[in-house]
């Protein structure tokens, strides 16, 4: 990363590693068969063979430690064996859990009898939810989320997490991101403007560093997810707004306000930002350069490298900072904090 930012005189960078165990919140297996034999598997990226998993230490102990108990309670159990195909994990750090079973055939009420009957027997140990999916269908046994809840500079935090929707695979590191970016808006004033907000991740964490927080994102699942966390952890300045970066962009360029958002009342002086691989369009890139502060959070070097050519003329790089979240590979979770020059 120094390396790559180098062009741009980048201090020295804030360095946050992960656990070399038991970190990531989400896993996805394919289901084998094998005789009575059932076991996870995952395919080697090259050479595409198929892995036997029978203990996965990458996943967090929720995870790991549940899997074999999983297989044990379905291995005879013929409606909640037939045709599984996958099995999806999302687990978090206060030890809730969500296991989507995945079948190649339809599901019926007895599918869902004998996935209620497992809930039970599993109540005295495990806060496990299940989830059938097939072919256009989905069954839920309560219901479709779990609750992340973890403390932050002493004030506990809590978010609502769907199936399928994004959430941050390594939730220490998440918090380390969070800790990072609140001690940066301790420093600044005014409003803040969000984009690519999912559900309410960074906005709801920041909320209390500012007067006022606008935030955006695409994804109605997530937009949802973030109006419940704001009501969950009684956040009262922040708005939530289901808009494209581009046309947040379009919306401002033209003085226009967001949706029902007037904001010529507010003093947006510090923009976030955490896209996609693809980093910002050009549009978003002119946008968030009229900002007196920007906080990017990257997941892609490459193109945070690329988008701050054009920033690095009218911002310099305040502070680096480097988050590990997905130890042995060549990812990289990246933070910036961009000032204005002069």
């Known amino acids: 990363m120094q390396q790559l930012l180098a062009a741009f005189n980048p201090p020295k960078p804030h360095v946050f590693s992960s656990s070399p165990a ?10 084998w068969h094998n005789g009575d034999d059932i076991y996870h598997a995952m395919f080697d990226p090259k050479s595409r063979d198929k892995v036997r998993i029978d203990y996965f230490p990458v996943a967090c102990r929720t995870i790991a430690d549940f899997m074999p108990v999983l297989l044990k309670h379905i291995q005879f159990n013929h409606e909640l064996r037939y045709k599984l195909y996958q099995v999806d994990y999302l687990a978090t750090l206060s030890g809730e859990l969500l296991v989507s079973l995945i079948y190649k055939r339809p599901l019926t009420n007895s599918w869902l009898e004998q996935a209620r009957i497992l809930t039970e027997t599993l109540a005295g140990q495990y806060k496990v939810k299940f989830i059938g999916r097939s072919r256009k269908q989905k069954l839920m046994v309560t219901d479709d989320y779990v609750t992340e809840q973890f403390e932050l500079d002493g004030r506990t935090l809590q978010y609502q997490q769907v199936e399928g929707s994004f ?3 390594n939730g220490e590191v998440n918090r380390h991101m969070l800790g990072w ?15 690519y907000c999912g559900n309410g991740n960074f906005s709801i964490a920041l909320a209390a560093c500012f007067d006022q927080v606008v935030a955006t994102e695409i994804s109605r699942t997530s937009i949802k997810s973030a109006q419940y966390n704001i009501a969950l952890n009684n956040v009262a300045n922040l708005q939530v707004l289901q808009m494209s970066a581009e046309d947040v962009s379009a919306a401002l360029a033209q003085g226009n306000a967001l949706k029902h958002i007037d904001l010529t ?4 002086d510090t923009v976030l930002v955490d896209p996609p691989r693809a980093g910002l369009d050009n549009d978003t890139e002119q946008l968030v350069s009229r900002f007196n502060d920007i906080i990017y959070i990257s997941c892609n070097p490459m193109t945070l490298a690329e988008n701050l050519k054009q920033l690095s003329h009218s911002h310099y790089i305040a502070q680096l900072a480097v988050f590990d979240q997905f130890p042995y590979t060549h990812h990289i979770e990246t933070g910036v904090w961009l000032r204005k020059r002069g």
């Open 22 to 31: 038991h970190y990531r919140l989400r896993a996805e297996f394919r289901i």
């Open 167 to 169: 959430t941050q695979p």
């Open 181 to 195: 970016a609140k001690a940066l808006a301790k420093n600044l004033n005014g409003d803040l403007l969000e984009l």
């Open 265 to 268: 009342g507010m003093q947006l």
